[in-house]
Every structure is written in C-alpha cells, then in structure tokens.
Nanobody, 128 residues
C-alpha cells in the first residue's frame, strides 16, 4: 500500500511560480513511476507530467512543456512539480499518482488508468 500526500498549492498571480511536493509512504517508492495530473471544475482529469523510477525519463503535456519541471528525490520519497510562468488556465486541483512499475509502456503515462495510487489533491489558483 502506498499513501500519497500533496502540498505546496495556493494562490499566485499570473507569471508567478509554485512548487508542489508529493510525499509518499511505502518501501516501493523508489521503484515505481510517478505523475502529476490536474482537474479543473467540470473537466476531466488531465495529465500534466510523469517521471520514471530513476528520474532519467520525464514526460510532459504540451500545455506545460517548458514551464513545468517534474523531479524526484528517492531518498526522501518525494516527487516535485516546479511550476513557472503560471497562467490562469493552470488553475485546478493537482493530484499526485503512482503506478506499480519502473517504466511506462508507450504513452501509457498519459492515462489515469495507468496509476494505482492517488493523493487527495492540492488546489492551485492563478489569478489574472
């Protein structure tokens, strides 16, 4: 069993930055892939970024590429999402997720169905 707890959300002006953290319990953290998704009111849960177990492979949605950076510290059982140049369209609840594998298969990282464990979410609000 893995428990995920997100933190770092808040209110920020457009153009600002935030860093989200996701702390994981469980001994298997360093051997599984992690990801961030987000969900705005009335919309589906969308893929944001993903990272392999070692951190060597990272993946991003086109909408955040060049602005967001996903990273992980396996010694601290934590994955991060550094968000720069934030836009009002980035406003959403951000969720951390993990699967049970070291690597993704094809573009499976984009699908919520790939992930087994989810955090409770943290709100990010970007004002214009």
């Amino acid at each position: 069993q893995v428990q995920l707890v997100e933190s770092g959300g808040g209110l920020v002006q457009a153009g600002g930055s935030l860093r989200l953290s996701c702390s994981a319990s469980g001994r298997t953290f360093s051997s599984v892939c992690m990801a961030w998704f987000r969900q705005a009111p009335g919309k589906a849960r969308d893929f944001v970024a993903a990272i392999s177990w070692s951190g060597r492979s990272t993946y991003y949605a086109d909408s955040v590429k060049g602005r967001f950076t996903i990273s992980r510290d396996n010694a601290k059982n934590t994955v991060y999402l550094q968000m720069n140049s934030l836009k009002p369209d980035d406003t959403a609840v951000y969720y951390c997720a993990s699967n049970r594998r070291q690597f993704f298969s094809g573009s499976s990282y984009k699908s919520p169905d790939e992930y087994v464990y989810w955090g409770q979410g943290t709100q990010v609000t970007v004002s214009s």
